[in-house]
């Protein structure tokens, strides 16, 4: 006899309850309906979003700490560490830059804020203090100091993750020192540690949907679609822009590591959508670590890289403060010589090093930049208050895809990425298994040897 196909209710019914990606595209499209139709409604959950991200941040320092000490402990040379973070910061200082250009020349070509004639005089400054809470971007001096932890509790409290990676760095670079006869208990146990965490952050993934729906609705529900008519040129050069510098990033990962773009999008686009639905990159740290790992790179490179990114690379920050600073500019009149915009670049690429986990930072750095220039008006920052949080998808889908580029191209710079089986499963051959979901127990290989499974990554360079 032949197979009964399922029905067309069933099979989707079947994709809705076994699909995260299909609860989320759901739980989106539910959540412009409910703020578009019910706003005070959609306010009225915005709970539901605001509780699973500090769920999910309540996990990231002891993960990020768990993953870096393995992984130094695993690869067993910490010059190599020191080389991947090296490696790192040059290339973010690259992306950033490339970022802020190319949306300097955008917003030359484009002219987002032509024609409108504010009078910065009619704008509430107050707004923007209100904002920001009356706080500032930390100088450079006080960035450095800050990223030192004064308390081992107090960085995992405060969930300062530059912090949590020096200390993670400080007890990986012991236990190398020490090796394997004398702490033979520690690793496994950090190991250990690492699957309660990944195993807790399953359990909070499940709630995915309700945040979407949550964070959407609240959203919709408060802003509208308004701002959509007032900034539409401003919003979509900015989302135009950030569309060309992912096809730039997706050249520069091809040509230095010969791996897709697009197919990483495919398989990493439950994350991706979870994170445009919570406006938050954050939520979805730790399973795109799983998921890098899982496409080859090397622990070591992923805890290090990803989680360092989330400070000192911020290319949609970066797209969005270079277009914002324009567009104000041309919407009060003032036109900057080529000279000040070279001056809006070296600024930016300081103040947005300093903006992440500060309140109202891209207005913090558009304020710091107007004032560095002498000849923008501060109030006139008030301008982009209106469409701030309509530029959050762009912002964090340009991150969080500029900072998984990072992780790969470093990986592969270092000798650090398996190539075989990262084209095996950004092609889909090999499917990705939450860790928490795997039946093989944890095992601890010895300290100081590196891992078998990166035998066939060559470093490029």
């Known amino acids: 006899m032949p197979q009964s196909v399922p029905s067309l209710p069933r099979r989707a019914a079947r994709v809705l309850r076994t699909s995260l990606f299909a609860q989320v595209a759901c739980a989106l499209v539910i959540g412009v309906v409910v703020g578009r139709l019910w706003p005070h409604a959609g306010t009225a959950v915005q709970p539901l979003g605001d509780g699973f991200v500090r769920l999910i941040k309540a996990m990231i320092a002891p993960l990020v700490f768990c993953v870096v000490v393995a992984g130094i402990t695993k690869a067993g040379d910490l010059k190599a560490f020191g080389r991947i973070g090296l490696k790192a910061l040059l290339w973010f200082e690259a992306a950033t830059t490339v970022a802020l250009v ?20 009619k704008l509430d400054a107050s707004a923007v203090e209100e904002k920001t ?7 450079t001096g006080d960035f450095i100091l800050h990223s030192l932890p004064d308390s081992a509790v107090g960085a995992f409290a405060e969930n300062s993750l530059l912090q949590v990676l020096v200390l993670a760095c400080l007890v990986g670079a012991a236990l190398l020192h020490l090796g394997n006869t004398k702490v033979p208990a520690i690793l496994p146990a950090i190991e250990q540690g690492q699957e309660v965490v990944f195993a807790v952050v399953g359990f909070i993934m499940k709630l995915a949907p309700l945040a979407v729906f949550g964070a959407t609705a609240h959203l919709v529900g408060e802003y509208g679609l308004g701002a959509l008519s007032t900034y539409g040129k401003l919003i979509g050069v900015c989302y135009a822009v950030a569309v060309v510098f992912l096809v730039l990033l997706g050249l520069a990962m091809k040509a230095v590591t010969g791996l897709s773009l697009w197919k990483f999008v495919r398989y990493t686009r439950e994350e991706l959508l979870l994170a445009l639905g919570t406006a938050s990159s954050e939520t ?28 000192f ?27 000040q915009q070279i001056t809006v670049v070296i600024v930016l690429m300081l103040t947005s090093k300093g903006m992440a986990g500060v309140p109202g930072s891209a207005f913090l750095a558009l304020s710091a930049t107007a004032s560095a220039l002498g000849v923008i008006p501060a109030g006139a920052v008030a301008l982009l208050l209106g469409v701030d949080r309509i530029m959050d998808a762009m912002r964090v889908s340009t991150n969080l895809l500029g900072n998984c580029v990072a992780v790969f191209v470093v990986s592969r710079w270092e000798g650090a990425l398996d190539m075989t089986k990262a084209k095996k499963v950004l092609g889909g051959e090999i499917p990705f298994v939450p860790e928490e979901d795997r039946d093989e127990p944890v095992t601890s290989p010895e300290l100081a040897k590196p ?5 066939t990554a060559e470093p490029v360079g």
């Open 102 to 121: 190319v949306g300097l020349l955008a917003g030359n070509l484009a002219g987002p804020g032509v024609g409108m004639n504010v009078d910065p005089a």
């Open 133 to 139: 809470g009356g706080g500032s971007l930390p100088s």
């Open 284 to 311: 979805v740290m730790p399973r795109m670590m799983q998921k890098l790992r899982h496409a080859g790179c090397r622990d070591d490179a992923v805890g290090l890289v990803l989680p360092t990114g989330y400070s």
């Open 313 to 339: 690379n911020l290319d949609g920050a970066s797209i969005y403060l270079s277009i914002g600073t324009l567009f104000i500019a041309q919407a009060v009149g003032v036109d900057l010589s080529l000279g």
């Open 451 to 455: 891992q078998d499974s990166q035998s």
